[in-house]
């Protein structure tokens, strides 16, 4: 399987690093504020020959860092691992954004010495999971994949898009129970765009996510906003 698209530099999206991100097809979520939601989730019609892709990361070497794996969801795309380990080689770190319902994928990547980070979406509430993801899940994979992040095996961060319609300070402290002990968690501004399936949403205004902060940060060592 072919990557969808490429970002060719981002300071935002690996933390203190100069990266690109590359972007899979695909997701078993359909998570209604998703700014991929119409195109990366659902699929594109043209894609990244990884050849081009690896041509382009041998001529970066030694301006970018790393290499963002974001999508759609990675741990979907079945030679993810040989892909990986091609960009490795070529000497990049590696940053895994996923939605954690493939822990063990997840875990193989980094028994295996592939990736550096791991960036996890923590959607809501366990009890309001799934209509925050659009999806049926199956708690107990989101629950592990937040366990072999906790045990600190590798950097990592949760990161949650708070939704108005979503998410209650009921919701953030359930949040902050399910993480307590996690070393980082940054809550990010919805912003709606052309690509976000559900356009009638809105964002939560800042003093209530400030509010959402100080709940968070009674379970959490380091808790920020992104994005306000």
């Known amino acids: 399987m072919e990557f969808a698209d490429i970002n060719t530099m981002t300071l935002l999206d690996y933390p203190n690093k100069v990266a690109c991100v590359l972007y899979t097809q695909g997701c078993n979520f359909r998570c209604p504020f998703c700014h991929n939601g119409l195109t990366l989730v659902k699929g594109v019609d043209e894609y990244v020959p990884f050849e081009e892709i690896i041509s382009f990361l041998k001529k970066r070497q ?18 993810l691992k040989e892909k990986i380990r091609a960009i490795k080689e070529l000497g990049y770190l590696v940053k895994l954004d996923t939605n954690g319902t493939n822990p063990e994928v997840m875990l193989d990547l980094i028994n295996e010495g592939l990736i550096d980070y791991v960036a996890m979406d923590f959607k809501n509430s366990i009890n309001k999971y799934e209509m925050t993801a659009g999806a049926t899940i199956k708690e107990e994979k989101i629950l592990k994949s937040v366990e072999i992040l906790k045990s600190g095996v590798i950097d990592y961060e949760f990161r949650t898009t708070l939704i108005k319609e979503f998410h ?11 993480l307590k002990g996690a070393k980082r968690l940054y809550l990010q ?24 902060v100080d709940i968070l940060k009674e379970y959490i060592d380091e808790v920020e906003l992104r994005g306000y």
């Open 62 to 79: 030694g301006i970018l860092d790393g290499v963002v794996i974001s999508g759609g969801e990675p741990t979907l795309m079945r030679d």
């Open 168 to 178: 209650t300070g009921l919701d953030i402290i359930s949040m902050g129970k399910t």
């Open 189 to 212: 501004q919805f912003k709606v765009s052309d690509g976000v399936i559900n356009k009638n949403l809105h964002p939560v205004d800042e003093d209530s996510a400030k509010e959402f």
